[in-house]
């Protein structure tokens, strides 16, 4: 029974690593525009149908979306300016 304590203590803390692992990862900087406001430019775009995914990177806010004729778009934006790059 301690043997299974033990492994579900290092377990716990295994896992507990990684997600403080996760808070290290850049962040938008703090005069970044929100991300709805980003996503709202986007949906002005023309032959717009839906947004699939949006990913942060240091680079910025990349989104892809599908137009109508089913075309796949990747858009990175600036997350201060909400302009793409």
């Given at each position: 029974m301690r043997a299974v304590v033990l492994a579900?203590?290092?377990v716990f803390f295994l896992?507990?690593?990684s997600a403080f692992a996760a808070d290290e990862q850049a962040v938008p900087p703090?005069?970044?525009?929100?991300l709805s406001q980003i996503l709202a430019k986007v949906e002005t775009r023309n032959d717009f149908r839906y947004v699939k995914e949006v990913?942060?990177?240091?680079?910025g806010?990349?989104?892809t979306y599908y137009t109508t004729d089913k075309?796949?778009?990747q858009i990175t934006y600036d997350p201060v300016t909400a302009e793409p790059k």
């Open positions: 579900s203590g290092i896992v507990g690593g703090q005069n970044a525009k929100k990913d942060w990177s240091s680079d806010y990349t989104v075309a796949k778009v």
